[in-house]
C-alpha cells in the first residue's frame, strides 16, 4: 500500500516481519509479559576479545542460543520481544472474542480476531470476496475504459495500481495537509529488483512471473491468458521501475518535492481525468499536490496509452488479487507466501494462524487493541520514567550543540530552537482513535480486511483542509520499534518498545541508559541527521545552515559513511551507506547522548563492578545487546537493497569504534578494530 509520507519514518529498527516463536510445544496464549533482564551474561561469548569485535562479545551467546525460528526471515531481540507482544494480544483476543457483555472496543477487536481464525469459512469462500472487483476489471473493453476505471479501483481496492496517491503534510508549510502523488505500481520490494541483471536477480524475476501466472490461475484463468498478463505485467512495472527514483535519490526531500496544480498534472498525465480521481478518491475540488516524482507520472502516461489494453487488464488483476491473496483462501496465502516470504526471503515455514490474525488485528484496528495492551502492560511509573530519561537526553543534546566547535552561533541558535520544539511522545496516543464507524462482522474476514482498508483510505483524505493532528502517531502501541517525523517533529516511543529487556525497570541506570536511552538518543539524532536537519522547528523544509556550517557537517557524515561502507553484509555485498546514513548517525550520535545522559544522572552516586563488570562495561554491553540477531542470507540480499539500517554487527561496532570512553572501557588500544581511524563524530 502507498505510504502516504514521501519519505519512510526514520525508525529504530527495520520493520519487523511476520513473528514466531519456535518450540517443540505448540504456543500458547501469554497471560502475563515474560520477563528477560536487559543485561544478560548468557547473551555474551566471553571468549571473543570486546576490543576486536565488541558485537560478538556482547551477543555471541544470544546468537548461539537463538536460531531463526521457521516462519521467521530473521529473528532478534526486537523481533522475539514483538513476538512476546504478540502472544499477550493473542490472549486478550481470544478473551474478548469469547466473551458477553463486551464494550464497543473489545466486539471490534475480539470478532476480527475471530473472523480471521475461522479458516473454514475463508477457505469456503475461495475466491468469492474478489469476484466483483475481477468482473469489474474484465469488463474494461477499451483504453479510456480501463483508465476511467483507476480511480475506483484506487479507491475500493488495496491493490498497487499504477501509482500512489494519498496525502500528507507539506513538507514547506508542515501546518497543512495536501495531496501527494507518488511512485508505486511494483509487485516487487524496489525498483532494482527489474533492473540488475546479476543471474540472482534474473532468477528472481522468472520466480516473480511464475508467482503471477500461479495467482492468476487460481482465479479460473487459463494457462495460456495467465502467461500472457504475467509477461505484461513484469513489462509494465519494469517500465515504472525505470523510471522511479532509487532509494537513495528519494532521502533528498527537495528531490520529492513538486508543488503544481491539477492542471499542470493533466499536462503531464493527459490521459487520467485528475479532477475526477480526486473527487472519487472523496477529495473533490484539489487545486494543488505535490506530484513528488514527475518523470515517473510520465511514464505512466505512456503506459497507460501505448501498451495492449489486454496487457493492462491482466496487470489490474494480478495487483487486485495479491493485494488480497493473504485475506482469501488458503490456496492464494500459500501462492503469497511461497513467493513473498519463502522465495525472496527464505522463510521456510508458514506462521501459525493466532500470529497472521494477531497482526492483522494490529494493522486494521491497532488503536483498538492497543488500549487493551496498554492497560495491561504499561505502567504509570514506566511512562514517568523514560519521559525524565528522554528530557535529560535532550538536556545532554542541548549541551553537545552548545559546545560544538565546527558549528557557527546563528546555525546553533536555529539548531536549539528545534530541539527545543521538539515534542516527546511516550507509550501511547492521548486520544485515541474512534473506530465506531467501522462495521466488523464476526464472519466475514475478507470483508472486514476491505472495510478497514476503505476506512483507513477515508480517514487520510478526510484530512485535507483539517488542521494537523499533532496527537496522531505512526505506529500501534504494541510496536517493538520507535520513529522521528521531521514534518511533525516529534520523536515517537511506543509503549512495546519500552519493556524488558529493552527498558526493564528491575535494573539498574547502566543497561537502561544503554538500551532505551540509547534508542531515544536514537530518535532525537535524526531530528539532525542528513535528512532531518533540512527541516526547521516547525518541521518546513527550510535552510537553516550557514553555507560553513552545512559543509563541516558534510564532512562529518562522510566519515560515517566511509567507514560503513567497508562493512559486508552478505556475500560480497557491502553496506549502501548512503541508503543507511540516516540511520549510522542516529545510532553514534544516539549513543553518545544516553552515555552523557547516564554520567550526569549517576554522578554523585558510589556505582559498584556487578560480575566482574564495571558500570561503564555494563553500559556498554546493555547497549549493546539490543542488537543481536540471527539472518537468513536470502533476507539479508533484499535488506542491502532495501532497510536503511545497518545490519546489527555494524550498528554496535561502528559506533563503538568511534566512541573513546567505550574504548577507555575496554581498554582498547589504537590499531585494534573497536578504535576506527579517524574518529568520526557528527553530534
Ligand atoms: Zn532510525
Not at 261 to 289: D, R, Y
Not at 436 to 454: C, H, I, Q
Not at 619 to 625: D, E, K, L, R
Request: net charge negative; proline share 6%.
Amino acid at each position: 500500500m502507498f505510504v502516504k509520507r514521501l519519505f519512510a519514518l526514520a525508525c529504530v529498527c527495520a520493520a519487523l516481519g511476520a513473528v514466531a516463536q519456535q518450540s517443540a510445544q505448540p504456543a500458547q496464549p501469554l497471560t502475563a509479559m515474560p520477563y528477560s533482564p536487559s543485561l544478560d551474561l548468557t547473551n555474551m561469548d566471553k571468549s571473543v576479545d570486546p576490543c576486536v569485535d565488541f558485537y560478538k562479545y556482547a551477543c555471541g551467546g544470544w546468537i548461539k542460543n537463538n536460531p531463526i525460528p521457521a516462519d521467521q526471515a530473521s529473528w532478534s531481540v526486537y523481533a522475539k520481544l514483538a513476538t512476546e507482544n504478540q502472544q499477550f494480544l493473542w490472549g486478550i483476543l481470544e478473551e474478548d472474542a469469547k466473551m458477553t457483555n463486551r464494550t464497543p472496543v473489545q466486539q471490534k477487536v475480539g470478532d476480527y480476531f475471530e473472523s480471521c481464525m475461522n479458516t473454514a469459512a475463508i477457505d469456503a469462500a475461495g475466491d468469492k470476496p474478489i469476484l466483483p472487483g475481477l468482473a469489474k476489471i474484465d469488463a474494461l473493453k477499451t483504453r479510456a475504459q480501463v483508465i476511467a476505471a483507476l480511480s475506483s479501483l484506487h479507491h475500493e481496492y488495496g491493490g498497487a495500481f499504477f501509482f500512489g496517491a494519498g496525502t500528507g503534510q507539506d513538507s514547506v508549510d508542515s501546518s497543512l495537509m495536501i495531496v501527494e502523488l507518488g511512485s508505486g505500481g511494483l509487485g516487487l520490494p524496489d525498483r532494482d529488483y527489474y533492473l540488475k541483471t546479476d543471474a540472482k536477480s534474473v532468477r528472481l524475476r522468472e520466480q516473480y512471473v511464475a508467482y503471477i501466472e500461479q495467482l492468476l490461475q487460481l482465479t479460473g484463468e487459463s494457462a495460456e491468458q495467465a502467461k500472457a498478463d504475467a509477461t505484461a505485467t513484469l513489462k509494465i512495472e519494469t517500465a515504472l521501475a525505470t523510471a522511479s527514483l532509487t532509494r537513495v535519490q528519494r532521502r533528498d526531500p527537495h528531490a520529492t518535492y513538486h508543488m503544481m496544480t491539477v492542471a499542470e498534472l493533466q499536462k503531464l498525465a493527459p490521459s487520467i481525468n485528475w479532477e475526477m480521481f480526486f473527487k472519487v478518491q472523496g477529495a473533490p475540488g484539489v487545486a494543488k499536490l505535490n506530484v513528488s516524482q514527475p518523470e515517473f507520472v510520465k511514464a505512466v502516461e505512456s503506459e497507460l496509452t501505448t501498451e495492449d489494453v489486454a496487457a493492462l487488464r491482466g496487470y489490474l488483476r494480478f495487483h487486485l488479487v495479491t493485494a488480497a491473496a493473504g485475506s482469501l483462501a488458503h490456496p492464494f496465502e500459500q501462492a503469497n507466501f511461497d513467493f513473498f516470504s519463502k522465495t525472496l526471503r527464505g522463510v521456510p515455514a508458514m506462521p501459525p494462524r493466532w500470529k497472521t490474525c494477531t497482526r492483522a488485528v494490529d494493522r486494521s484496528l491497532g488503536e483498538a487493541l492497543g488500549q487493551e495492551f496498554v492497560a495491561r502492560t504499561f505502567t504509570a511509573e514506566t511512562k514517568a520514567r523514560t519521559r525524565l530519561m528522554t528530557e535529560q537526553i535532550e538536556t545532554a543534546m542541548q549541551h553537545e550543540i552548545e559546545n560544538l566547535d565546527w558549528m557557527s552561533p546563528e546555525t546553533k541558535t536555529e539548531a536549539l530552537r528545534k530541539l527545543h520544539a521538539i515534542r516527546n511522545k511516550i507509550g501511547y496516543p492521548d486520544k485515541w482513535r474512534d473506530y465506531s464507524t467501522l462495521e466488523v462482522k464476526r464472519d466475514d474476514y475478507a470483508g472486514n480486511t476491505m472495510r478497514s482498508f476503505r476506512f483507513a483510505q477515508a480517514r487520510q483524505w478526510n484530512k485535507l483542509g483539517k488542521p494537523v493532528d499533532l496527537n496522531e502517531w505512526g505506529m500501534t502501541p504494541p510496536t517493538v520499534n520507535a520513529y522521528f517525523n521531521p514534518q511533525m517533529n516529534d520523536i515517537n516511543f511506543p509503549a512495546g518498545v519500552l519493556q524488558p529487556p529493552l527498558y526493564d525497570p528491575k535494573l539498574d541506570d547502566a543497561p537502561n541508559y544503554g538500551q532505551t536511552g540509547a534508542t531515544i538518543g536514537h530518535e532525537l539524532t535524526h531530528a539532525f541527521d542528513d535528512e532531518g536537519r533540512q527541516f526547521d522547528a516547525k518541521g518546513n523544509l527550510r535552510d537553516w545552515w550557514t553555507p560553513t556550517d552545512a559543509k563541516s557537517f558534510e564532512e562529518r557524515i562522510n566519515c560515517v559513511r566511509d567507514q560503513y561502507a567497508g562493512y559486508t553484509i552478505v556475500d560480497d555485498i557491502h553496506i549502501q551507506s548512503k541508503l543507511t546514513i540516516g540511520e549510522d548517525v542516529a545510532d553514534l550520535g544516539g549513543t553518545l547522548l544516553a552515555y552523557i545522559a547516564w554520567k550526569k544522572e549517576t554522578a554523585g552516586q558510589t556505582l559498584t563492578s556487578v560480575d566482574g563488570f564495571t558500570p561503564d562495561q555494563r553500559f556498554w554491553v546493555g547497549m549493546a545487546q539490543w542488537a543481536c540477531e540471527n539472518d537468513r542470507p536470502e533476507n539479508l540480499r533484499v535488506s542491502a537493497m532495501t532497510n536503511p539500517h545497518s545490519p546489527g554487527f555494524a550498528r554496535i561496532n561502528g559506533v563503538v569504534s568511534n566512541i573513546p570512553q567505550f574504548q577507555q572501557a575496554f581498554g582498547c588500544k589504537a590499531g585494534q578494530p573497536m578504535v576506527h581511524t579517524p574518529t568520526c563524530k557528527v553530534w
